[in-house]
């Protein structure tokens, strides 16, 4: 059975930092590009991040793009996100996703069809 189960989220002050693990099981981590997503409360969802099977490519929404970081270890099938520089408008539920295939364009990542399994999520509020 494949889990994704993320964490690191919490309250923090804007301009403060926060790092989310999304921890994978069930199936062969290094096979798969993975992917942030994340959903505002009363908006739909917004694609953060996506990163390649070993980690060589990148690439992120405008939103977040020089503020967020993703990374990835395979050797212990765990998925990242640094987030610095946070602002009130970063507040969501953060959720990491299989990628069917990665892709350098945003648009790829507005089709649901692209994505696989899904994590349960962890709510980051950035708040003073």
């Known amino acids: 059975e494949v889990q994704l189960v993320e964490s690191g989220g919490g309250l923090v002050q804007p301009g403060g930092s926060l790092r989310l693990s999304c921890a994978a099981s069930?199936?062969?981590?290094?096979?798969?590009?993975m992917s942030w997503v994340r959903q505002a409360p009363g908006k739909g969802r917004e694609w953060v991040s996506a990163?390649?099977?070993?980690?060589?490519?990148?690439t992120y929404a405008d939103s977040v793009k020089g503020r967020f970081t993703i990374s990835r270890d395979n050797a212990k099938n765990t998925l990242y996100l640094q987030m610095n520089s946070l602002k009130p408008e970063d507040t969501a539920v953060y959720y990491c996703?299989?990628?069917?295939?990665?892709?350098?364009?945003?648009?790829?990542?507005?089709?649901?069809?692209?994505?696989?399994?899904w994590g349960q999520g962890t709510q980051v509020t950035v708040s003073s």
């Open positions: 069930g199936f062969t981590f290094s096979n798969y590009a």
């Open positions: 996703a299989q990628l069917r295939a990665y892709s350098s364009g945003p648009s790829y990542y507005t089709a649901p069809t692209n994505f696989g399994s």
């Open positions: 990163i390649t099977t070993f980690g060589g490519r990148t």
